[in-house]
């Protein structure tokens, strides 16, 4: 067994040889960003791809969240999920936006639609859910809120690329959904992310707000940002769009190994069997409970130890973090469940190139542990 550590993901690389053509037609066109050729491609082949049908590429998920906010004006107080990466919640500070934060199903890891409810004011604007771990959120009972209460949702879906329902697209749900390319995602192009809005004019409005708010060489519409995505990063994105399927079907082929193996050890539970048909595979949650012979942390200390980097992934909550932990809807008696969740998850190593020797090697390490 080599020595080289495992972490809990690797970047999906194709040859640096299938790249080069893609630089040589950059260098050739002299355009390297704001909406070249690669750039319109990568729109292009991902609304056909995802089956959406509007993409507004950006630098990083977290421009497009904050610029997704802007579109829709969103103000006042957004309900969303301590569950998550900071970015989620990041976005709304940047907006000015007030979070509260609602507890999670304790199956999904999603936003519990009826703590949603619950928490709605008279300054609640807007809804963000994550579909956590690529896993689905219950779009309908969210849909049915945000109709009841006239609020919009956005949907951070980082996690969720390729993910699909009965009706197509996971992505067409709510007024928007936001993606992140970032290297450590299942599609990535080093950096970036996408907004997938429902209808040409937002996407324009979009467009508009991720290059500055110009409309044209001399008007200038709304305070913008510069989100915009480069041809470099474009071109990455195109040149991994061929290899996608194949890397999304390893990735299942790991989950359902950890799933088979990792069943029916006492005091570790894996989540994953229950949205085995209904994610990409993103993440390989376990949870550790307490009557497993060591602790979460132990156990995530002692796979270090043997060169294998899992991942407390959500831990600490966002609710914990010292710009959220005043709010009252950061709580820990708010999100009970949450935290009891933050507590027990280990996120194991899942990426394409993982091989099957060293995915024994972890399912070794853990069962030992009951030995
Ligand atoms: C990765 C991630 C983001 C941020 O995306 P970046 O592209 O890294 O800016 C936002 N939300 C969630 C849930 C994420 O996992």
Redesign the pocket.
Known sequence: MNDTPIYVTQPLLPELDEFLPYLEQIWASKQLTNGGTMHRQLEQQLAEYLGVEHVAL?N??????LTALQALRITGEVITTPY?????TH?LLWNGIRPVFADIDPHSFNLDPEKIEAAITPHTTAIMP?H?YGNPCQVEAIQRIADNYNLKIIY?A??SFGVRDEGGSILRHGDLS?L???A??VFNTF???AIICPDAKTKKRIDQLKNFGFVDEVTVVANGINGKMSEINAAFGLLQLKHIDQALAQRQDIARRYNQQLKGIQGLSTPAVLFEHTTNNAYYPILIERDFPISRDALYQHLRDEGIYSRRYFYPLISQFPMYRGLVSAQPENLAIATDIADKVLCLPIYPALKKEEQKKIIGLIRACCE
Do not use: P
């Open positions: 950006f990083n998920g977290t421009i497009a969240l998550s990466f900071v970015a989620t976005s994550v956590c951070d980082a996690h936001v992140s390319f970032h450590t995602k950096e970036g992310g």
